[in-house]
């Protein structure tokens, strides 16, 4: 039997699985660390953290592959590695070492950059080159942040790689970048052309020399694991290693979405609630980047919310240390505890509304100054009701993201990510959208998808056999009258943002005061 490796750098955490050819799961690993915010809005983190993460998860699901399961370095016949939208990307030096942490997608500090984007190019130009337009989140103006506000570090930077790109080119010594992670970074990706933007790049004073040459597919073979890294790992020396690509995208791939007019979410730490599409999509504030699979043809349109598991996490670790301790002392887990408390609210948590927007927002809201609101509290709200409030309000975004991709999204919402493991987030996705929901039967995510990638890339699986694996599980039907109740809150959920917005905006300019 022959198995393939897939590893996801995510922002909180790095996993890697092991399945055979035919899609059973054999064993995983997971390695956690957290982002650095030094300062309100910014988000990075240091490169190598992701690197021994990455190798520490794949050296650990070898070993326990050898030791619960017989099976021999020699049966791994590749790997596929995917991350998380790296922003900026990593800045390189001469010598291919970070010069400075990673600007993630969650960093918004590149707010004048972007203003400079929109007056001297124009969002038509953008839309028309790029079918994206300006706003923080894109790496191009985290890396017009860097040449303007650190020219010390500008000078000496002579590459920027994304994530997994960077971790590959640890392991194989070679420098390519998928065209997901080169599509993501926005304003120098020429979407009609597939390829770097030279007219764009020119007008921002972005040497085309920094962006890497070398274009692949998500299915490519890369190069092989070195023999220093092999050994590391405890793999062998020419692996073959599988280009992957954005993390939210290889959760599609997971999900078995290889064709166009699918509509999936990934809900990890973000959200992304993503059309897979054929066609061009402009002018309608999604974020738009080729897909991993049928690059040149296919295109991942989403919209999704900047914080999303990250809320339900911070609201866990600030106001439940109850939860947590019981857990850390042999107790259930803390989010069961809280999900179980949870389901005994009714929808709407009697009365209240929770904005998501902890760091701004991206598509389709696109306000940096949008802050983390709770709108409705009494006295008689218990810790019960606005946990609930905070998984209502992510299934809100949802349904906003869904709104605005505004084509036909088919009979139900593929949904991944660690909000499946709780039934009754599940069923609240289900109750404010209105659609069926199906998630998949592994807790797996990107981490399936990638070995897919790599099961195609080498040649060991074609995409009718990934196609035959069953990998999703029952629908969760919408209850009608919860979804009759949501349809009022939502409308509330928009009107109080739209209501707030002019102040969420002077109380950023107060806290720099």
Request: glycine fraction near 10%.
């Amino acid at each position: 039997m022959d198995y393939l490796l897939g590893t996801d750098i995510g922002t909180s955490g790095t996993k890697t699985i092991l399945m055979d050819t035919k899609g059973k799961l054999i064993t995983q690993d997971l390695q956690e660390y957290d982002v650095l915010t030094p300062k309100p809005l910014w988000a990075e983190q240091w490169p190598d953290v992701w690197y021994e993460a990455t190798k520490a998860s794949i050296r650990n699901t070898v070993e326990k592959a050898s030791k619960e399961a017989g099976i021999d370095k020699s049966q791994i016949k590749g790997i596929a590695i995917s991350g998380l939208y790296g922003g900026s990307g990593i800045p390189l030096d001469e010598n291919m070492k970070p010069i400075r942490p990673c600007m993630i997608w969650m960093d918004r500090r590149a707010q004048e950059e972007t203003h400079w984007a929109l007056d001297t190019i124009g969002e038509e130009k953008l839309l028309e080159i790029t079918h994206n337009g300006a706003d923080p989140y894109y790496g191009y103006t985290k890396i017009l942040w860097m040449k303007n506000k650190e020219p010390e570090n500008w000078a000496k930077t002579k590459l920027f790689l994304p994530p997994n790109d960077y971790v590959i080119y640890k392991f194989t010594g070679e420098v390519a970048i998928d065209y997901s992670s080169a599509g993501n970074i926005g304003g120098i990706f020429d979407m009609n052309k597939r390829t770097w933007s030279e007219e764009l790049m020119e007008a921002m004073g972005i040497p085309l020399s920094m962006m890497p040459q070398r274009i692949v597919e998500s299915t490519d073979i890369v190069g092989g694991l070195t023999k220093e890294c092999a050994e590391e790992l405890g793999l062998w020396e020419g692996l073959p290693v599988v280009a992957g690509g954005i993390d939210c995208g290889a959760a599609n791939i997971g999900l078995g979405v290889f064709e166009a007019g699918v509509y999936a979410a990934a809900i990890g730490t973000s959200m992304c609630a993503a059309l897979i599409s054929d066609k061009p999509v402009k002018g309608k504030g999604l974020i738009v980047w080729p897909y991993l699979y049928d690059a040149k043809k296919l295109s991942y349109y989403f919209a999704g919310g900047n914080t999303a598991g990250a809320i339900v996490k911070w609201f866990r670790t600030t106001f439940c240390q109850f939860e947590v301790e019981s857990q850390n002392n042999g107790g259930p887990n803390a989010y069961d505890t809280l999900n179980q408390q949870a389901e005994k609210i009714p929808a709407g948590s009697e009365g209240l509304v929770v904005l998501p927007y902890f760091m701004g927002e991206r598509s389709p809201v696109w306000d940096s100054d949008a802050k983390g609101t709770i709108v409705g509290l009494s006295l008689t709200h218990t810790k019960a009701h606005i946990y609930r409030a905070f998984l209502e309000a992510v299934a809100y975004c949802l349904k906003d993201a869904m709104e605005a991709t505004g084509e036909d999204l088919g009979e139900y919402i593929l949904l991944a990510g660690g909000v499946t493991k709780s039934e009754v987030w599940k069923q609240i996705f289900a109750d404010v959208t209105g659609y069926p929901v199906v998630s998949p039967i592994y807790d797996a995510e990107a981490n399936l998808g990638d070995v897919m990638l790599a099961g195609i890339g080498t040649g060991l699986l074609s995409y009718d056999e990934v196609k035959t694996w069953q990998v999703l599980g029952d629908k969760v039907m919408p209850n009608a009258g919860n979804h009759e109740k949501y349809k009022k809150y939502y409308k509330l959920y928009k009107s109080i943002y739209n209501n707030l917005k002019q102040d969420m905006k002077e109380l950023t300019e107060a806290s720099k005061l």
